[in-house]
């Protein structure tokens, strides 16, 4: 079992920043790719951004290239989101996951990934 807890959320107006953590605990860590993902009022969860084990390789959702920046630290059973130039379309509560399968590619569907947290809210205004 490995339990993923979030933190780092609050309010936040547009254009500003935030760094959300996720906190591990359980198995190794360090064997599991994790991801981050979002889901705003009425609509479904979406795929954020995703790490590969050692934190060399990164992917994203289109819609945050050049603004969010996912992070590891292994030392620290924690991945990091660091959200910049935030829109107000960021608002979301953002759940950060866990998963060990042994694909080449970062995964991005819901269902592939094994441990998720309870989620911490964005909320940017305008």
């Known amino acids: 079992q490995l339990q993923l807890v979030e933190s780092g959320g609050g309010l936040v107006q547009a254009g500003g920043s935030l760094r959300l953590s996720c906190a591990a605990s359980?198995?190794?860590?360090?064997?599991?790719?994790m991801g981050w993902f979002r889901q705003a009022p009425g609509k479904e969860r979406e795929f954020v951004a995703a790490?590969?084990?050692?934190?060399?390789?990164?992917r994203y959702v289109d819609s945050v290239k050049g603004r969010f920046t996912i992070s590891r630290d292994n030392a620290k059973n924690t991945v990091y989101l660091q959200m910049s130039s935030l829109k107000p379309e960021d608002t979301a509560v953002y759940y950060c996951?866990?998963?060990?399968?042994?694909?080449?590619?970062?995964?991005?569907?819901?269902?592939?990934?094994?441990?998720w947290g309870q989620g911490t809210q964005v909320t940017v205004s305008s």
């Open positions: 996951a866990a998963e060990s399968s042994s694909y080449i590619e970062l995964r991005v569907r819901i269902n592939e990934y094994d441990y």
């Open positions: 359980g198995r190794a860590f360090s064997s599991y790719r």
């Open positions: 790490i590969s084990w050692s934190g060399g390789t990164t």
